[in-house]
C-alpha cells in the first residue's frame, strides 16, 4: 500500500492518511484531464478523477475511507497531502477533495454556492448572517445539513490557505466519548421534532423537522444539531438546547487540533461534531476553506 495510515496523536480514533510527493506526482497528468470548470459542469467526470486517484493508490484508498468513515470506533480520518511545492495548486485541492469524496459516496448540492462543494473565506471583518465565517467566535460544536431535506453522511473540510493566522484550531467530539450522551439523548425532549431554518446565505427557503436525537441501525445514537438554526418551539425546547450546548462546550473530551494547509478532515456527521476555535485577532487574517457533504454509496 502506497500510503500510510496511523493513529492521531490525541485519538486513536481518528486516523490520518499520508500521500506522499511521488503518488501526488502521478496524479498530476490524470488531474489535468479535468478542469475544475468542467467537474462542476459534468458530474460523471467526477467519477472519473476518483477512480484516477484511487489507481494511484492501488484500489485502496476508497476501500480504507469507507471502512474507517463507517466504524464508529473511528469515523473520523484526516488526509495530508505533501505538497510544499508550487505545483501542487488549489485547483489541485480541489480535485484532490473531490476525488476523496467520491471515493465514498456522492455530494449533496450546496445551496449557499450553488455547486457539489463550497470555497469560502473567514477573515478579519465579516458582515455574513453566520458563525461560520466570524473570526474571533468560536464556531460551536455542531454537526452539519440539519436544515436540509437530503440527508448528510459524511463531511469534508480542506484547508485551502491561510495567512496571518493564530489560533482557530480544529475542534471535534466523538459522541461516544462525551460525558452526558446517556442523559441526554434518553432525554424525551431531545427526541421530539425541532424545526431548523438557516439564515439568508445558505438559500434555503424551506424549514425542517427533525429530532436532535435518534439512532442508527444499531440502536446506538446520532446526533442532527447545531446551535444556531432550531427555533425551539416551547420552553422545555428552549432549556433542553441551552443544556446541550453548555455541555458539548464544557466537555473535557473535545480533541483540539491544527490543521495543516492542504489537509483534509474527513468526518462521520452522525457521531462525531465540529468546531473552531476563535482565531487570534490580526487586520491581515485570511483562511480559505473547502467544504463538501454527501452520503454514502
Given amino acids: 500500500m502506497s500510503f500510510t495510515i496511523k493513529h492521531h496523536k490525541n485519538s ?18 490524470p488531474f489535468k484531464k479535468h478542469t475544475v470548470t468542467s467537474l462542476e459542469y459534468k458530474p460523471f467526470s467526477r467519477f472519473s478523477l476518483a477512480k484516477s486517484l484511487d489507481e494511484v493508490f492501488e484500489n485502496k484508498l476508497g476501500k480504507t475511507l469507507i471502512e474507517i468513515l463507517k466504524d464508529r470506533n473511528t469515523g473520523t480520518v484526516i488526509i495530508e497531502p505533501e505538497i510544499n511545492n508550487k505545483k501542487f495548486d ?5 480535485k484532490l477533495s473531490t476525488g476523496l469524496a467520491y471515493l465514498v459516496g456522492v455530494p449533496n448540492f450546496d ?5 457539489y462543494y463550497a470555497r469560502f473565506y473567514v477573515k478579519h471583518q465579516d458582515s455574513s448572517d453566520s458563525y461560520l465565517r466570524k473570526a474571533y467566535t468560536n464556531l460551536d460544536l455542531h454537526t452539519d445539513g440539519t436544515y436540509v431535506k437530503e440527508k448528510t453522511d459524511w463531511l469534508i473540510m480542506t484547508k485551502m490557505e491561510e495567512q496571518n493566522v493564530s489560533g482557530g484550531e480544529s475542534v471535534i467530539l ?8 446517556e442523559e441526554l439523548s434518553k432525554d424525551p425532549v431531545g427526541q421530539e421534532n425541532f424545526t431548523w431554518g438557516s439564515p439568508q446565505s445558505k438559500n434555503i427557503e424551506y424549514k425542517v423537522e427533525h429530532p ?3 439512532t442508527d441501525k444499531d440502536g446506538k445514537p446520532i446526533i442532527s444539531y447545531i446551535d444556531q438554526f432550531p427555533e425551539p418551539k416551547n420552553m422545555k425546547q428552549g432549556l433542553f438546547l441551552q443544556k446541550l450546548s453548555d455541555s458539548l462546550e464544557e466537555s473535557k473530551k473535545k480533541i483540539i487540533s491544527p490543521l495543516p494547509v492542504g489537509s ?17 485577532e490580526h487586520s491581515g487574517l485570511s483562511r480559505e476553506l473547502l467544504r463538501i457533504r454527501g452520503t454514502f454509496f
Fill in 90 to 94: 488549489k485547483d489541485f485541492l480541489v
Fill in 111 to 115: 445551496s449557499m454556492s450553488g455547486k
Fill in 264 to 280: 483534509t478532515i474527513f468526518s462521520n456527521n452522525y457521531f462525531w461534531l465540529h468546531g473552531r476555535k476563535p482565531f487570534r
Fill in 212 to 214: 436532535v436525537f435518534s
Fill in 12 to 29: 486513536n480514533r481518528i486516523k490520518i492518511i499520508n500521500l506522499n510527493e511521488k503518488d501526488l506526482d502521478r496524479l498530476i497528468f
Fill in 174 to 181: 466523538h459522541l461516544d466519548d462525551w460525558e452526558h450522551l
